[in-house]
């Protein structure tokens, strides 16, 4: 069993920035994938951006292309969102989640774990 912990999210005036965390904790042993999705109010849940095991392979979609910065630190088992330039549309649940698969993925079905989601609300 994998856990994982998210932090950082919060309130913030359009055009400002937050930092996401995610810890994760448990049965870690071998190299793994990680991403972030959102969902907001009466949307399905969607991907967001997604990194390898060795951060050297990113993958983001389009609406935060530029905007959003996803990094890890292994020795600390942390994924990382930088959001900057955030808009009103980017206000959702984000939710981190853990696959043990070699590269990233847009795929909600390819990760087995799940955090429990922190509040983005970005005002205009």
């Known amino acids: 069993q994998v856990q994982l912990v998210e932090s950082g999210g919060g309130l913030v005036q359009a055009g400002g920035s937050l930092r996401l965390s995610c810890a994760a904790s448990?049965?870690?042993?071998?190299?793994?994938?990680m991403g972030w999705f959102r969902q907001a109010p009466g949307k399905e849940r969607e991907f967001v951006a997604a990194i390898n095991w060795s951060g050297a392979s990113t993958s983001y979609t389009d609406s935060v292309k530029g905007r959003f910065t996803i990094t890890r630190d292994n020795a600390q088992n942390t994924v990382y969102l930088q959001m900057n330039s955030l808009k009103p549309e980017d206000t959702a649940v984000y939710y981190c989640a853990f696959t043990w698969a070699i590269r990233p993925s847009w795929r909600f079905d390819e990760y087995g774990y799940w955090g429990q989601g922190t509040q983005v609300t970005v005002s205009s």
């Open positions: 448990g049965s870690i042993f071998s190299s793994y994938s």
